[in-house]
């Protein structure tokens, strides 16, 4: 009989990987279904370790409830041995209906958001999502981005055994730094949530997992990086890095503002439209665009297998 904590170390297990976060196809701009399930399948047979559905990368914020739900069950029907998280945000009473909507449809744990609402510190902060995570129907990845959580708040969080992961995308490297250093920060594991670009400040932190975009396109070369850092290979790292940094620049550059519009033009460059972004998102400038042709010139060739799929 499989234990109760089976699943869950296994969760743990799978985040020190690549969690590739999933784009949202648009047809005549509606959500694709059928290929969102397509390319959830195709990614989570790629090799990566897991798969978020309704991350930021996929616009999230700007899909309705239907469509979220759509979008949920378009990558529930996906075969591959990826884990598989659902994420969330909004009111907690309706994050946790959602969660038990996620596990309902065979999601391994869901990943909260940061609240939108501008008030509130660090301690209201941490009793959003302790009040989520001890209730929800899937244990809790949280994903921070911005310094509202205090170090106090960290290690809280971290203690909290339904929290099984954090997806660190905040800048204050330091402060990571210093909560891996207390006793509690190995009751979760922590992810590089600011994908390959920083993967070398992790690498430095003794930090393999990283979420990813370029793998909705990419596989290869996000694995590529992940190779690198478990070998503690910082020579290989940074071989791997160099070749998707100029991309990951450009996706970061203006707050983000082309972050998915990147993606979406990596997959029309493969022969696939997967439609155009919505605001605040912004479409590729031209400029943009140039130097994005460029700078994918250097990426190696991908397998026919891969590119017959995204057909």
Same mark, same amino acid.
């Given at each position: 009989m499989t234990s109760p904590e089976a699943p869950t170390a296994h969760a743990r297990e799978r985040l020190t990987g690549v969690t590739a976060v999933l784009v949202t196809p648009y047809r005549d701009g509606r959500v694709d279904e059928q290929?969102?399930?397509?390319? *959830?399948?195709?990614?989570? !047979?790629?090799? &990566?370790?897991?798969?978020?559905?309704?991350?930021?990368?996929?616009?999230?914020?700007?899909?309705?409830?239907?469509?979220q739900r759509a979008y949920l069950r378009a990558v529930s029907r996906a075969h591959g041995p990826a884990l598989r998280i659902a994420g969330f945000a909004g009111a907690?009473? !309706? &994050? +946790?209906?959602?969660?038990?909507?996620?596990? !309902? +449809?065979?999601?391994?744990?869901?990943m909260l958001h940061e609240p939108a609402d501008p008030f509130g510190d660090s301690e209201g902060v941490?009793?959003?999502?302790?009040?989520?995570?001890?209730?929800?129907?899937?244990? &809790?990845?949280?994903?921070?981005?911005?310094?509202?959580?205090? %170090?106090?708040?960290?290690?809280?969080? *971290?203690?909290?055994?339904?929290?099984?992961? &954090? @997806?660190?995308?905040?800048?204050?490297?330091?402060?990571?730094?210093?909560?891996?250093?207390?006793?509690?920060?190995?009751?979760?594991?922590?992810?590089?949530? *600011?994908?390959?670009?920083?993967?070398?400040? %992790?690498?430095?932190?003794?930090?393999?997992? %990283?979420?990813?975009?370029?793998?909705?396109v990419r596989p290869d070369l996000a694995l590529a990086v992940h190779r690198a850092l478990v070998d503690g290979d910082r020579?290989?790292?940074?071989?791997?890095?160099?070749?998707?940094?100029?991309?990951?620049?450009?996706?970061?550059?203006?707050?983000? @503002? %082309?972050?998915v519009a990147v993606l979406k033009e990596l997959f029309r460059a493969q022969g696939t439209n997967v439609g155009e972004v919505r605001p605040p998102h912004s479409p590729l400038s031209a400029e943009a665009a140039a130097d994005l042709r460029s700078a994918i010139l250097s990426w190696p060739e991908t397998s026919p297998v891969r590119a017959a799929l995204l057909q």
């Open positions: 290929f969102t399930e397509r390319l *959830a399948g195709d990614v989570a !047979s790629s090799g &990566v370790h897991a798969i978020a559905a309704l991350g930021n990368t996929a616009e999230v914020f700007q899909l309705t409830r239907n469509e907690a009473r !309706s &994050v +946790l209906d959602e969660i038990d909507y996620a596990a !309902s +449809l065979g999601y391994d744990a869901a941490l009793t959003y999502y302790l009040s989520i995570a001890s209730r929800a129907a899937l244990p &809790v990845v949280l994903y921070l981005r911005s310094p509202r959580l205090e %170090f106090e708040s960290l290690r809280a969080v *971290a203690a909290e055994p339904t929290i099984i992961g &954090v @997806k660190y995308a905040r800048a204050d490297i330091d402060t990571l730094a210093r909560v891996l250093h207390t006793e509690s920060a190995d009751a979760c594991t922590w992810v590089n949530g *600011a994908a390959e670009l920083r993967a070398g400040d %992790f690498f430095d932190l003794g930090l393999t997992g %990283f979420t990813s975009g370029i793998a909705n020579a290989a790292l940074d071989d791997a890095v160099r070749l998707v940094a100029p991309v990951e620049r450009i996706r970061a550059a203006g707050n983000g @503002k %082309f972050n």
